[in-house]
């Protein structure tokens, strides 16, 4: 497909959203060599496979997609989020804003429950938000909530006074925010994982969030089983207020991190899904898997962007021109049709399309080949100043970290033969299991290492506030005042074009000008389902939703 109607499918989707569905059942044999469909059974069991393992359940500190796939049917936040983005009721049931756009007050539903039977209250978010800004937990996302009037100076302990942040319960149904400034997407926030609300039952436990007995729930599941390194099972909370539209009996989830064995285990017939967001298809069979199973395959464009991170604190890449050179002698194009074969467009920006600007979307304003471009001569030229400003007279041992993964593993393979042909360097991979992946990440323990991200909201915000120096999931090092002014700048308007030019300029100093990061492409979701599984969404950030999913007998 050429890259221009691929965009344009990638807009409609985007807004639109995307239900994967099917219809019709044919029941199939696994020696036809096609999917080895099974014919539905009569309970509602929906079969998945996740190929990490969420390194935790407490929405204060999740920040992975499978931990945050798995508290999306275990929570409820104030709102939810409908398959076009648009907030819809969750926990509360109304909400006003005032003229200024700065005070929320929501109306909770009185018959919201937790799994235990106890109401869900006004002050049960005010605990999970307190929670998650106090400094000893280390929320990765407190930066979220900076929204929340005093939320940062709380959380970066210049006020330690809890009663001076935005967040008040006027009774026990009544919750009213004060916001810092005006905030178009407030709403959109209220549905992410670090604003679920937390039973106050956590605060006497530190390791709640590793056995399901104590795990108490307001969502639509429960958690009763996890075997760690193998399974996850989810039965309906029995006390969730809209219990009568959840159809499902059980969600399996099984943690295999091999792409062939979670292909293999959908053709016969022992999964209902298989593939991104949460799993994975190996790119090697997604040609032959096109031919046998075109009705079952979805690749959907998704505003998430695939990349590497530098530690802008660790030689060389302390030096903006060795980071320059690696990023510019690769083939983006090539790696995206002859190695992830997935419909991904390649990345030379960190917001993706789809996500909206001013009166386009921002990438159709502020087009990503402003930022990058790909040039081998230039890029050999840089390198030769780098190492020369370094004092070095050839590129140093160096390591590339990702997470463990087959399509990952391919992709590093690629990258580092580009730098190998192109600049003459030698490169070491490394593997890394999801959780000590992460931790290293977090401890700039790495030189150069993978990365994905995914809107949280649809704004450049989503992406762009992950790099100022204060956030919890900035695994870079990187810290730039000017960079933060501007981030700043865009938070505290509500002029749509002053936002978007300030984080234009954000993206710049990101990119252009420091190559903190390397884009590589920005994803497709490529998944199959069975024909009989349906009301299963993937939403335009790419994050799978199955709480409200069937099987159709």
Request: charged share 25%; aromatic share 10%.
């Amino acid at each position: 497909m050429k890259k221009k109607s691929m965009l344009a499918l990638l807009t409609l989707l985007l807004i639109a959203g995307t239900v994967l569905a099917a219809c019709g059942s044919v029941k199939k044999t696994a020696s036809s060599g096609k999917s080895g469909e099974v014919a539905p059974a009569a309970e509602q069991v929906f079969r998945i496979n996740f190929s990490s393992e969420p390194p935790t359940l407490d929405p204060g500190i999740a920040q992975d997609n499978a931990a945050i796939t798995v508290l999306h049917a275990m929570y409820e936040g104030l709102t939810n989020v409908d398959s076009s983005g648009k907030s819809i009721p969750g926990v509360a049931e109304t909400w006003d804003i005032s003229q200024d756009g700065k005070t929320y007050t929501f109306h909770l539903r009185k018959d919201a429950k937790w799994s235990n039977g106890d109401p869900v209250t006004a002050n049960d978010f005010v605990f999970a938000w307190d929670r998650a800004l106090k400094p000893d937990l280390a929320s990765p996302y407190a930066y979220q909530l900076y929204y929340v009037k005093n939320a940062q100076a709380y959380n970066e302990g210049k006020i330690t006074d809890a009663s001076q942040v935005g967040v008040k319960a006027v009774d026990d149904y009544t919750l009213e925010v004060q916001l810092e400034n005006a905030t178009p997407y407030f709403l959109n926030l209220t549905s992410f994982v670090t604003y679920f609300p937390v039973h106050k039952s956590v605060k006497d436990n530190e390791k709640w969030a590793a056995d399901p007995s104590t795990m108490i729930v307001n969502g639509p599941f429960k958690l009763t089983n996890w075997t760690k390194g193998a399974s996850l099972e989810l039965v309906p909370n029995e006390n969730y207020w809209d219990k009568k539209d959840i159809k499902l009996t059980k969600i399996q989830i099984s943690i295999v991190n091999s792409g062939a064995t979670e292909l293999a285990s959908y053709r016969s017939g022992q999964l209902d899904f298989a593939g991104k967001p949460v799993g994975e298809i190996p790119a090697d069979q997604i040609d032959a898997v096109k031919k046998e199973l075109p009705s079952e395959l979805s690749i959907k464009g998704v505003a998430t962007t695939y990349y590497y991170l530098f530690n802008v604190t660790a030689k060389p890449f302390d030096n903006v021109k060795i980071r320059r050179a690696l990023t510019m002698a690769i083939d983006r194009q090539k790696l995206v049709s002859q190695v992830t074969k997935g419909g991904e467009l390649p990345a030379f920006g960190f917001v993706p399309p789809g996500i909206i600007g001013e009166k386009q979307e921002f990438r159709t304003e502020h087009k990503d080949t402003d930022l990058l471009s790909e040039n081998v001569d230039q890029a050999k030229q840089l390198l030769a100043e780098g190492l020369k400003e370094e004092g070095l007279t050839a590129f140093p041992k160096v390591t590339l970290t990702y997470n463990t993964g087959e399509n990952h593993k391919k992709i590093a393979q690629a990258i580092t033969d580009m730098w190998k042909t192109n600049l003459g360097i030698d490169v070491t991979l490394e593997n890394q299991e999801w959780g000590v992946f992460l931790e290293n990440r977090r401890n700039l323990n790495y030189q150069i290492a993978r990365a994905g991200w995914g809107a949280d909201y649809n704004d450049p915000m989503s992406f762009l506030d992950i790099f100022t120096s204060t956030s919890g999931n900035n695994d870079t090092g990187f810290k730039n005042a000017e960079y933060d002014s501007l981030v700043k700048q865009a938070y505290a308007s509500n002029d749509a074009k002053t936002r978007m030019d300030a984080m234009n300029k954000a993206e710049q100093i990101l990119i252009k000008d420091n190559n903190v990061i390397m884009p590589i492409y920005y994803y497709s979701n490529t998944a199959l389902i069975k024909p009989y599984v349906k009301g299963v969404i993937i939403d335009y950030a790419g994050n799978i939703f199955f709480d409200r999913a069937y099987i159709e007998k």
